[in-house]
Structures are given as C-alpha cells and as structure tokens.
C-alpha cells in the first residue's frame, strides 16, 4: 500500500442585512449567577415558500465586524470570570495535567532506511516529528512545531515520502483553520527545499516522479478566508523546486465548481486514482495510466450515490472497496480495461458485519469488520483465500494502522479500548505475532473500572448499541454524575476509544455513555441513511431514548445527566436539549452546526447537503430542516439545562456564527437560573491540532461546570 493522502470530507456566505446599530451597553438578567451581555437584534425575515422566519441576529455571522469582536469579548468576560471561580476547577485542572503528562508516541513510518514518528514528552504543546536510522537508530529531531509558534497553534503533519526516499512533503495548518500549507523537506539534511504551496484545503502530496500531486483552491478574498464558501477545487501536479505559479493544472470541473476532488498514486507508479465529490457522501471514481501521455482520465464509478475507493493495482488489476450492491461493502477485482460490472471477480464478499476498511500489505490483503462497534480484524491472501484472523488484544476495542507497502515484513497497529490507552504493536506479517512495540504509562488503574455494551429501544422500536463505562461497584442509585456522548452522522463510527480526560469523571463516582446512534457507519449503509436527510429525527430519538435508558436502568437521573457532541454532535445536542430540555441537567454543544437553514452558505457547508439536505431546494427539505434546526426550535420562556456553547474564532469547517447565533438565542430564551454561556477560544479551529494547554484549560472548565451544576463534589 503506497503511503498517499486520502482525504475526509466530513466532514456560508457572509450576508449584510443593513447598517449595523449601535451596541447597547445594558445587561440582561438571567437569574442570580450571571448577567449576560445584551445580543441586540435586526429585523430580519426570510420566505421559504410561503413561510416567514426571524434572523434577528444575523448580523453575528460576519465575525470580522468590529461589533462582533466587540461580542465575542463582552460573552468570554461573562464566561471565564464564572468558569474561573467554580469550586474544584483548579483541582480538576491539576489532576487532569498529571493523567496527560506521559509520554505519547505513534506508530512509526518507513522510508527507506528512516523511521518516523511522531513524540510528546508528556504536556508539550504539539507533539515532535523524529527521523532514526533502524529501529535501533538514535532518534534525532526532525521536525519541531512547537519551535514554530510561541502558544503551540501551528500543527505539523508528515504527508508522504518521495518515491526515491529523499524528499517528505509536510503540511502546516496555523490556529485551527482547514487551510493548508504544503512545504517539501530534504529528509537527508532536514532542510527546506523552498518549496511552498498555499490555499490547500482537504488533500495532501501524492508523489510520482520528481513532483506530487495535489488539490487547491483559488485564493479567497481579503477578509473572507474563514467565512467565505470555498468553490472551484481543482488539481495541481507540483514540480520540486518550481514556483508555485508554475505547477500544472491537471484537473477542474468547470461545469460544477462546487464538487471537491482528491488523488492517489498506485503503489506501482502505474496509475492516477481521481475521486471527485458533490459533498460528503458518495463520490465518483477516475483513473489514468501514468505511462500515457496527457491528462484524460477514465471513469471507473460513476455517479454521487455510492462509494468505492481503488485500494491497489497488482498484475493489472484494480482491488476495489465498494458498497455497490453491497450496503456493508466488499471488495473485487476490476480490470482496467473492461471495468463492465458483470466482468467484476469478487474477492471479499459482503458479509454479516461492517467492512470498515481493507488495506495491502507484505504481500497481504487485511480486513477491518466493526462487530457492534468493535473491531475484527482478519489475514488473508490477495484473492481473498487463506483467511485468518488477527489476535487482538481484546474482543472490545479499536484497532487501526493495518497497512504497508507490499515488501514490507512487518507493520505496525494501534488498539485501545474505553479503559485500555493506546498501545503500539509490531506485527509479523508472515507469523502473525503481535509483540507490544509501546505501551504508555498512564496514572490511573484501568483494572478498577470496567466497560459494557447494552442495546436499547428508541422511539420507533430499533434496537440501538450503547457502551457504558465506570468504576467496578458502582451502586445503581440513580444518582451517578453521567456524560452521553453522540455523534449520528456523515457514516462516522464511534468505536471504543480511551480518554484521559474521562478519567476525571470516572474517579468521582461518574458513569461515560456512548450511544451509536443511527446516522453513523456502525452498521453499514443502512444504518447511516436511517439518520440522514428526512429521517434526521431518528437520530434525535435514539439519543433521547439513550438518556432515558441510563436513567430508567438506575445509572443517573435527569439532574445527574450531561449530554455532549461536536460538530454534527453538536447539532445532536442543540436539537435535543431544544426538544427534551427537562430530560438534561447540562448540555455541551462543541462547534455545532445550529442553523440548519443557512448552514451551506459558508465555507464547506454545501458539502453537507448530501447529509442534511437544503431548505432552498425544496418545501419537503425546509420543513424537516425547520422542524428540528437547534437555532429555530429554541421557545422564550423554557428552562434550559445549564450549557457551555464551545466554539472557536478559527473554525472555518463550522463557522463560529452558527454558535453564535444559537448562544444569543438561548441566552434571550432561558426562563431558570443555570448558567447557558459561550465559551470561544481565540486561535483555535474545528478541534484538531489544539495545543495541550489550551486542551487541559477546556478540560479544567467542562468538570468544573458539569461537576458544579450538578451539585457534585470531587471526590
């Protein structure tokens, strides 16, 4: 398996609506413990076919206004001076740095002679990239991000290797933003090359020769970078040591400058894989013979209704993932030169459980099945014979990391589990043994808690998988602080995973819930469609009735329930604590997408639609949108759980406005006296790359708040 970028799709236009009026300066009372900064309102309505809907705080959605700014620092002052008194909080934050500082390290990464992999001491703001020469090599630095920015909010990643070993193209992405920059280092010397390409979104290098491909687009406007809809993603064949100017267009679809288009380069040099999306389900498939002139391209699969990814090219044939006829996919055999559906020869048919994932490697073909949320993982020959299954270390946890080029002996995996951190493997691939590669040292005792999987019933009668987690002998009183964590969307499985962070909650006597929801990838295509477009309210009714079910089975009741989510999580929380507020004590909607009717006029929002669907396309799709927006369900005069809205001023996936709006909103509506506050971090973006101490400092503020609403003291 040639190392390539594969990009993730998962994943707004600014609108003026007038001049903007003068910031009052009176606060509103919500009750005795805060008083919030006056949102001031705009008359602001909008028809969709034939009905009228407010944005009365529109005006929130142009975030570089100076009134905005002005906002965003009245709403922190309001947040951090409540989070900074609450008791616990800096006990919370010491306990929480001392189960952080351990040493991580991530799998290694061959290249020729060299080794890399990635390194944090314990609480360095991002972790350090090394080069060792063998496994036995001295580890030298390769790569320090945090030597690049004095608060640790510029991320570097490795993005593959030159095909002769000399050169490793790196990304860089600087406080959050999806935006990219692609650099080339000499891996000999670990120097730049100069080589420097701008305004890369959602790709990375797939080399070929003395160059590598990429995907781009055009340069925004001043003032617009994080706000303003990205359209017209084209692809670049970039030369090293020529100008960026001079990179060669290799790909656009002029006709249709929404769909978003990443590559691939087969193991064997022999061809270019091309995948072009309307959004963020389904995408077409293309590929050209790298030893012909030009740059037309075949279609392989075509079409936005299924997906299929070329996984390798071997004795002139493709080996192909696909859920074409197959909603819990399999993989076949397809030559390139009759790729007729009926010519396919199947290798790994559909079966029983999720594939999650095939991959190549040593000579070997490996299959990655989610087995309720778990992993299996199997062995087998290339044509799919010889099957064995790969010994994990438990029959409940993730595993990942299953792939290497195809002379490679060895690999190496990661498996983790709710109580089981990170551990590294070194993998025989011709034995089969797993020998522990690293093993992290962690200061807790996961033998004290223990984890479970139940199935409960949501509203429409489907069974639906939740993990449970908590100390050995917990008593079923009902009165255990508990987290439901969610996410039901864009085909994404919630698989188990340790955090450190949870160990918080754990030692005081909580419970962690994970409900796999539909929306997700858990169970295949149909699992995820049952929670996509007009049937989006399942995913509400497994989530609910996931609260329901901890609280009628004695593990938490309704003041003793927090329910949390980012992203599309984010939307499962904002629509949840709007319809059931009297069911949750606290609500952490992270980055959430909130106004369901606008939400594909910013950035990458119109990727989405696949997922969601648009109140502008039709009265079928405005109403189910209308019906449970988190923005438009919010009622005046409701007691709503305690809430930290979280969001960032670098969130160009999710813009910060939907949050914004929604905090306004919420914050006008609030009848009770909990705290409904918005917590935004400066220099910070949809989640990933964050530096450690800005993460502790969260971590510190989500107990603290959770913990103190809930009336729970540490223990």
């Known amino acids: 398996m040639k190392t390539t970028s594969i990009v993730t799709l998962a994943a707004l236009m600014l609108v003026a609506c007038g001049e903007p009026e003068k910031m009052e300066e009176p606060v509103v009372d919500n009750g005795p413990n805060l008083t919030y900064p006056e949102t001031r309102k705009v008359d602001q309505t909008d028809d969709y076919f034939g009905t009228a809907v407010t944005d009365e705080y529109r005006w929130l959605e142009n975030d570089t206004a100076p009134d905005v700014e002005q906002w965003v620092k009245d709403q922190n002052k309001v947040t951090f001076d409540y989070l900074h008194q609450l008791a616990g909080r800096d006990k919370i934050k010491a306990r929480y740095s001392e189960l952080f500082d351990y040493e991580k390290v991530s799998s290694p990464y061959k290249v020729g002679d060299n080794y890399f992999f990635y390194k944090n001491s314990g609480l360095q703001n991002q972790s350090v990239i090394y080069k060792q020469r063998g496994l036995d090599g001295e580890p030298e630095v390769f790569i320090d991000p945090n030597a690049l920015s004095a608060d640790g909010t510029i991320t570097v990643d490795l993005a593959g290797a030159s095909d002769d070993d000399k050169y490793m193209a790196i990304t860089q992405h600087e406080a959050g933003s999806d935006w990219t920059q692609i650099r080339v280092m000499n891996i000999e010397t670990g120097k ?16 070929h020769n003395d160059g590598f491909f ?70 077409e498939c293309y590929f050209k013979d790298l030893s012909k002139p030009g740059w037309e391209f075949t279609p392989l699969f075509t079409g936005f209704s299924n997906k299929s990814s070329v996984l ?56 990655t099945y989610l087995e309720n949320a778990s992993n299996r993982v199997y062995k087998m020959n290339m044509d799919g014979s010889g099957v064995e299954e790969v010994k994990l270390p438990d029959n409940t946890g993730s595993a990942g990391g299953f792939g290497a080029k195809m002379e490679d002996k060895t690999l190496y995996y990661t498996f983790t589990s709710f109580t089981y951190p990170s551990t590294i493997y070194m993998y025989d691939i011709e034995s089969g043994e797993s020998t522990v590669f690293n093993r992290p040292n962690v200061k807790f005792k996961p033998e004290d808690y223990e984890s479970k999987q139940v199935f409960y019933k949501s509203k429409d009668g489907t069974e639906v998988p939740m993990f449970i987690v908590h100390k050995k002998g917990l008593e079923l009183d009902g009165n255990n602080p508990t987290l439901l964590y969610g996410y039901g969307g864009f085909n994404v499985s919630l698989t188990p995973y340790f955090s450190t962070s949870n160990i918080i909650l754990l030692e005081n006597g909580g419970v962690y819930a994970v409900a796999n929801l539909r929306g997700g990838g858990e169970f295949g295509e149909d699992w995820h469609k049952g929670g996509m477009l007009a ?61 369901m009717l606008r939400y594909h006029r910013f950035t990458v929002g119109g990727a989405w639609i696949p997922e969601f669907g648009c109140a502008d396309s039709s009265k079928v799709q405005f109403d189910y949108l209308h019906a449970y927006s988190p923005l438009h369900n919010l009622k005046e005069g409701v007691d709503y759980p305690a809430t930290m809205v979280t969001t960032a001023d670098h969130d160009d996936r999710v813009v910060p406005a939907h949050s914004f709006k929604f905090a306004a909103r919420l914050q006008a509506c609030h009848s009770g006296s909990d705290p409904v506050i918005i917590r935004i971090q400066e220099k910070a973006g949809h989640g990933a790359g964050k530096p450690t101490a800005v993460t502790i400092e969260e971590q510190a503020d ?10 729970v003291e540490l223990k």
Request: aromatic fraction near 12%; charge should be negative; glycine fraction near 10%.
């Open 214 to 283: 990429y995907s781009r687009y055009p340069k925004p406007a001043a003032g617009q970078e994080f706000s303003a809809t990205n359209e017209d993603h084209q692809v670049y064949y970039h030369k090293l040591g020529d100008p960026q100017s001079k990179d060669q267009l290799i790909y656009r679809n002029a006709e249709n400058l929404n769909l978003y288009h990443w590559c691939s380069v087969t193991e064997d040099n022999a061809y270019l894989i091309l995948y072009a999306a309307a959004g963020t389900d389904g995408y």
């Open 312 to 367: 390798h090219h071997q004795d002139g044939r493709f080996l192909v993932q696909t859920d074409i006829d197959a909603p819990k996919y399999r993989v076949v055999s397809i030559d390139p030169k009759n790729t007729a559906k009926d010519a396919w020869i199947e290798v790994i048919p559909q079966k029983e459980h999720l594939l999650e994932g095939a991959s190549t490697g040593g000579g070997k073909l490996f299959a």
């Open 535 to 595: 049937d989006k309210q399942n995913v509400f009714d497994d989530f609910i009735a996931a609260a329901e079910t901890l609280i009628n089975k004695g593990y938490t009741s309704s003041d003793k329930l927090a329910i949390a989510g980012g992203s599309n999580g984010g939307l499962l929380v904002g629509a949840c604590m709007a319809q059931r507020p009297e069911l949750f004590k606290v609500a952490f909607p992270a980055v959430g997408v909130m106004d």
């Open 192 to 207: 730049e090359t100069g080589d420097t390409l701008r305004w890369v979104k959602f790709g990375g290098a797939a080399w």
């Open 702 to 711: 989500k107990w603290a708040f959770m913990f103190n609403n809930m009336g």
